[in-house]
């Protein structure tokens, strides 16, 4: 049997805390990186 959907991904997932969650959602500030400003 083929799956065509992520449904069996369900049953895999178990509970997380708070410190996953604000992991998983942080976003990464920018890079700075002049030498590469030569390309613009």
């Known amino acids: 049997m083929i799956v065509d959907d992520?449904?069996?991904l369900e049953d895999l997932v178990g509970p997380v805390?708070?410190?996953?969650?604000?992991?998983?959602e942080e976003q990464p500030t920018?890079?700075?990186?002049?030498?590469?400003d030569?390309?613009?």
């Open 6 to 8: 992520w449904a069996w």
């Open 17 to 24: 805390d708070e410190d996953f969650i604000c992991t998983i």
């Open 30 to 36: 920018e890079q700075e990186r002049p030498a590469l």
């Open 38 to 40: 030569f390309f613009q």
